[in-house]
């Protein structure tokens, strides 16, 4: 430990934080706005100010560390006034359109003017004006809100290994962009949407669909349904005020009947699904010798990933369509036929953690007797803005169940949403036919938590099974190479986003100042394990919806017509 003195405290903290890290332990608050834990600690904008005694300037708390005899002042004059000198400079050149920002109200520029009491901006000059940029499918970017922190270069470039925007010109041409000014649409951005959820302000936000899906509410010649992602469930709360990791399953169902949707379904069904067409494809590799590791494909930020920059694993992935794909094939095709409802007439509405969804569900290969599987996809933001639209007050609303006839998942098919759960849940279901006999024990909590990468081997009916789990791009990038590299595995799983589908670009955005300290992977995942640990059933191969569903209609797991509605491809 070292001492050192903070605001005239005299404290003893661990050598190796920063000045920032020890204020915040006693308590001291020091304004920050391009930091962001362990993602972005460059010290570039300068709101984090310390005068430290003997020094010669004014020295970026976030990175300056502590040492022996620090005397450190967070609020003399001369501090004050450089944040205050700062943060009028940057808002100088910001559209300051806020009352109409989406970011209003969780804007981290707009909490600081307000702390540091800024009421009125006195330089106002010069200001950039750039064109939008709102060719891609999930993200549009909007420069004249950028504030240059980088907290998306950082995420892009380190955390995901994407690397399509980076800081370019100097001085006050200084923009964030990609290459040659080129659209994110043109660029190998594999639409995860991290950058939406570091960024501080409204510059990264996602294609914004409310309006067509009123439309559709509105459309009586339509029958317009929704379902929900596993992980929206433990995080669309926070939009409302609950703390992070409150189940709202049932108020979600709520509140989404109230808007009007026909019915409300269960993405988790189809995850279970997932498990039995994905499961079978695993087993037959095993058997036949086919090509192996079987990697997941549920994550259209990985599967772009894969085909941009690995096009030599495509013939590892797994030939399912993503569970939510799925059930907007189902929908158009069993559903239809069992309701008597003319398939085109069935608006699939899919709300999700993810705003590569969007651009998923618009491939073209993604349909299923020439209707696309899914119409419209929302992020868990946007599907908040419509329930704070229609006035309902999802804080005090019933519980209600999903719908019928195709509501009903199990535990397996909600862990999903955490980054290991698909392995989990497809461990569940193999074991059990590998070895001939149904298991007590089902939790694998090898392939639990967050780490980026997990590893875990299982010996059922004395076939070994060697597993591997990634969560973010760059761990994906880490374990591939490994494998280029001679490592071999029987089943992969990689989702794009860190921590899985609890942490999608789609979520709600926290600040730094929560973020940077409360890991929202962790807490979201174990509102998802609780959920899966008080289903009645937690295995995807006992989910009585999905049974009835064999025997109606695709016959068995694998069959010509499962291929045919539930399994996609891939381009290179
Ligand atoms: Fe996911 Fe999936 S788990 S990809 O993370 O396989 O988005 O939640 O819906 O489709 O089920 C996302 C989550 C989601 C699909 C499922």
Redesign the pocket.
Do not use: L
């Given at each position: 430990t070292v001492n050192i003195t903070i605001d005239g405290k005299k404290l003893q903290v661990e050598q190796g934080l920063t000045i920032l890290e020890a204020a915040r332990q006693a308590n001291i608050k020091i304004p920050t706005l391009c930091f962001l834990k362990d993602i972005n600690e460059i010290g570039a904008c300068r709101m984090c100010l310390v005068e430290i005694k003997g020094a010669r300037a004014l020295q970026a708390s976030c990175v300056y560390p502590v040492s022996e005899g620090l005397e450190i002042y967070t609020q003399s004059s001369s501090v004050r006034e450089a944040r205050k000198v700062t943060l009028e400079l940057i808002l100088s050149n910001h559209e300051k359109k806020c009352l109409t920002c989406v970011r209003s109200r969780n804007c981290e520029l707009q909490a600081l003017a307000d702390e540091l009491n800024i009421k009125e901006i006195r330089f106002e000059g010069e200001t950039n004006k750039y064109k939008l940029d709102d060719f891609s499918p999930s993200i549009v970017r909007d420069q004249n809100k950028c504030i240059l922190c980088r907290r998306c270069v950082s995420m892009c470039k380190n955390v995901q290994t994407v690397n399509v925007i980076s800081a370019a010109e100097r001085g006050f041409k200084s923009t964030v962009g990609c290459a040659f000014d080129l659209s994110l649409a043109e660029v190998p951005c594999t639409n995860c949407g991290q950058c939406i959820s570091v960024c501080p302000v409204g510059a990264l936000r996602e294609k914004d669909d409310t309006d067509k899906v009123w439309e559709a509410l509105g459309n009586s010649e339509l029958h317009v349904v929704v379902?929900?992602?596993?992980?929206?469930r433990v995080a669309i709360g926070e939009e409302f005020g609950m703390p992070i990791g409150t189940r709202c399953t049932g108020k979600m169902v709520s509140a989404l009947s109230q808007l009007g949707f026909a019915k409300v379904f269960d993405?988790?069904t189809?995850?279970d699904l997932?498990i039995m067409e994905e499961g079978t494809e695993l087993l037959n590799r095993i058997k036949n010798g086919g090509k192996l590791p079987v990697i997941?494909s549920?994550?259209?930020g990985w599967i772009k990933f894969c085909e941009h920059n690995y096009p030599e694993f495509l013939d590892n992935l797994s030939s399912c369509?993503?569970?939510?794909?799925?059930?907007g094939a189902l929908l158009k095709t069993y559903y239809a036929e069992k309701m008597e409802i003319d398939p085109a007439k069935i608006f699939v509405v899919?709300i999700?953690?993810?705003t590569?969804?969007k651009y998923?569900a618009a491939r073209p290969e993604l349909s299923a007797n020439g209707l696309a599987d899914v119409d419209v996809v929302l992020t868990t933001r946007e599907a908040a803005r419509m329930i704070k639209e229609a006035g309902i007050d999802f804080v005090n609303l019933e519980d209600k169940q999903f719908d019928d006839p195709m509501g009903g998942a199990t535990g397996a098919?909600?862990i999903?949403?955490a980054t290991g759960?698909?392995m989990e849940a497809a461990l569940r279901t193999v074991a059990e036919i590998l070895e001939g006999k149904a298991f007590d024990n089902i939790e694998y909590t090898a392939v639990r938590g967050i780490e980026g990468i997990k590893e875990a081997t299982v010996v059922f009916g004395g076939k070994k099974v060697r597993a591997a789990v990634a969560s973010g791009l760059g761990n994906a990038r880490k374990l591939l190479d490994s494998m280029k590299n001679g490592e071999r595995y029987d089943f992969v799983e990689i989702?794009a986003?860190p921590g899985?589908?609890?942490n999608?670009g789609?979520q709600p955005i926290q600040p730094s100042s929560v973020r940077s300290w409360t890991d929202l992977r962790a807490e979201r995942a174990k509102a998802i394990y609780e959920e899966d640990a008080n289903l009645p059933i937690r295995k995807s191969h006992e989910n009585p919806v999905i049974k009835k569903m064999y025997d109606e209609y695709f016959e068995k797991p694998g069959s010509h017509k499962a291929h045919e509605i539930l399994h996609t491809h891939y381009i290179v």
């Open positions: 379902q929900t992602a596993p992980a929206v993405t988790d189809a995850a997932t997941t549920c994550s259209p369509k993503s569970p939510h794909e799925m059930f899919s999700m953690p993810c590569a969804k998923e098919g909600v999903f949403g759960g698909v989702m986003c899985g589908c609890v999608g789609g």
